[in-house]
C-alpha cells in the first residue's frame, strides 16, 4: 500500500534498521524498486528530485508531480510492502507546495545553503504547511560537500550537532539529513571513504528522530567495470563501502538515499546489452540486461541497510 514515510522511518527507528530511498525520473525504475521490495520484502521510499518532476511532465512541474502520484500509487496499491513517495531536495517553495498539493507522502525543505537562521525560518514555513495537509517533511543541516581537510570540514560544514537539537525543536521537522561526509555523485572521496560516526550519534542523542544519509551510494565496482568494458569512462569514481553504511545505521541513520547506484547499474546494463546485441533496437528488449542489475543493486542495498524483511 501506499503509505506516510514517517511510518516506514519510525519502524526502521524503532528497530534500528535502515531503508532505501531510490530515485527514479520514469516509469522503468518505479517498476524495479517495486519489484525489488517484492521480492526482498522491504518497505520502500521512492523519491524525485525537482529535476525529476519537470522532466516526467515534459518540462511541466506540476504536471510531473501529479503523474508520480499516480503511477506510484498504482503500483503500491497492489502490493503488500509499503511504499512512500518522497520529494527530494525541495528548494524552491512552489515545488514543493505543488508536491503536498499532489500526493506526496513526504517533502524535503533543502534550505541548507541558507544561514542556521533562515533554514530554521523556511523549514518551520514548510512544515506548517505540510502537517497541516497531513504530509511528513525532511530537512537538511551542514553541507554535503567533500570532505580533504577534516578539522576545517568539521567547523564549516558538517552539521553542528548542538544546533541540530535547536532546530528539530523549533521546527518540529520529522525527518533530518545531518551533513557527516559524504556528498552527490560518483565521485565522492578522493582518498579513503569516511564519515563522522560519532557526529550521527550525537545527532541522534540530541534529537531522537529518523536520520538521514544523503549522497549513500556505494558505487559498486562490479558496475563501475561492466560499464567501463563496454565503452564507459568512470575513471576515480568512489562511493560509500557496504561497511561504512551497516556502521552508519547502528548510529542512527534510518534513511539512505540512493541514486547514482541504481543510474551506474542501468547505465552497466544497457551498454553491456547493446554491445552484445548490436541488431536490438526494441527498448523492451534492450532494457531487460540494465533491469537486472537495478534490481540486484537495490536488492543488495535492502539486505545491508536490513530493510530486508521488514515490510
Ligand atoms: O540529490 C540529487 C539526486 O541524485 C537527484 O539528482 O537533480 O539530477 O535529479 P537530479
Ligand atoms: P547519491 O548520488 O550518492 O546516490 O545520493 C543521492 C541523494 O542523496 C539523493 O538525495
Ligand atoms: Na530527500
Ligand atoms: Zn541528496
Known sequence: PYVDTKVILEN??????????????????????????????????????????????NGDFRK??????????????????????????????????TAIKAGYSSVMIDAS????????????????????????????????????????AAENVLVNPEEAKIFVEETGVDFLAPAVGTSHGAFKFKGEAKIDYDRIK???EYTKIPLVLHGASSVVPEFVEIAEKHGADFGGAKGVPADILREAVKCG??????????????????????????????????????????????SDRMEVLGSAGKA
Open 113 to 152: 545553503e541558507h544561514p542556521f537562521e533562515e533554514n530554521m525560518k523556511r523549514t518551520k514555513e514548510i512544515v506548517r504547511i505540510a502537517h497541516a495537509a497531513g504530509v511528513s517533511v525532511e530537512a537538511e543541516l551542514g553541507q554535503l560537500a567533500g570532505v580533504e581537510d577534516e578539522a576545517v
Open 12 to 57: 526502521a527507528d524503532k528497530n534500528g534498521y535502515g531503508v532505501p530511498a531510490l530515485n527514479i525520473n520514469n516509469l522503468e525504475f518505479l517498476h524495479y524498486i517495486i519489484e525489488a521490495g517484492v521480492k526482498m520484502n522491504s518497505p520502500v521510499i521512492i523519491e524525485t528530485s525537482q529535476g525529476a518532476m519537470k522532466y516526467a511532465g
Open 253 to 298: 541513520i534510518n534513511k539512505v538515499n540512493t541514486d547514482t547506484d541504481l543510474r551506474i547499474a542501468f547505465v552497466a546494463g544497457l551498454r553491456e546489452f547493446l554491445n552484445n546485441n548490436p541488431k536490438e533496437f526494441d527498448p523492451r528488449k534492450y532494457f531487460k540486461l540494465a533491469k537486472e542489475y537495478t534490481i540486484k543493486v537495490i
Open 202 to 204: 550525537k545527532v541522534k
Open 64 to 97: 510531473g508531480a501529479e503523474l508520480f502520484v499516480k503511477m506510484v500509487k498504482t503500483f503500491a496499491d497492489e502490493v503488500d510492502i509499503p511504499v512512500a513517495l518522497h520529494l527530494d531536495h525541495g528548494k524552491d517553495f512552489e515545488y514543493i507546495v
